[in-house]
């Protein structure tokens, strides 16, 4: 299926590991903070402000445990709402991938406003 993956983008930052699963950040509401413009490595926990849309031998029941456990792991939610929220994470995640071709990098932008995220790209040029 088609998902996202951590990015390593030299003009952005990035504490996860290159080619991780990635999803979105829980924003924490602190102005500074970087959560609202960065995806996190499901494996490392950490930020990146890129992702990258990948075709991996995953379903969609694979998505959803590792999202559950990588929300299980920060400690916030209980095993039964990490589970809930796990659907939920594999829902979104599936469901952006779709809509871009493999390979674009893609830079995450959460909206308040809307509660949702936005995603910035660079449509490869031809050289
Ligand atoms: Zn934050």
Same mark, same amino acid.
């Given at each position: 299926?088609?998902?996202l993956?951590?990015?390593?983008? +030299?003009?952005?930052? @990035?504490?996860? &590991?290159?080619?991780?699963l990635a999803m979105p950040s829980?924003?924490?509401? &602190? /102005?500074?903070?970087? @959560?609202? %413009?960065?995806h996190l490595?499901m494996? #490392?926990?950490?930020? /990146? #402000?890129?992702?990258?849309?990948?075709?991996?031998?995953?379903?969609?029941?694979?998505? &959803?445990?590792?999202a559950? /456990?990588c929300?299980?792991? #920060?400690?916030?939610? #209980?095993?039964?709402?990490? %589970?809930?929220?796990?659907?939920?994470v594999?829902?979104?995640m599936?469901? &952006?991938?779709? %809509?871009? +071709?493999?390979?674009?990098?893609? %830079?995450?932008?959460?909206?308040?406003?809307?509660?949702?995220?936005?995603?910035?790209?660079?449509? +490869?040029?031809?050289?």
């Amino acid at each position: 299926m088609r998902l996202l993956i951590i990015h390593d983008d +030299p003009e952005g930052f @990035c504490g996860a &590991v290159a080619g991780e699963l990635a999803m979105p950040s829980m924003i924490c509401g &602190v /102005s500074e903070c970087v @959560c609202t %413009r960065a995806h996190l490595g499901m494996a #490392s926990h950490a930020f /990146s #402000s890129a992702v990258e849309v990948a075709e991996r031998e995953f379903t969609k029941h694979d998505l &959803v445990l590792a999202a559950a /456990s990588c929300l299980q792991e #920060s400690g916030l939610w #209980s095993a039964d709402a990490a %589970r809930i929220l796990g659907h939920r994470v594999a829902d979104v995640m599936a469901e &952006v991938a779709a %809509r871009y +071709p493999v390979g674009l990098v893609l %830079r995450p932008r959460y909206d308040p406003a809307k509660d949702c995220w936005w995603y910035h790209y660079e449509l +490869p040029v031809r050289e």
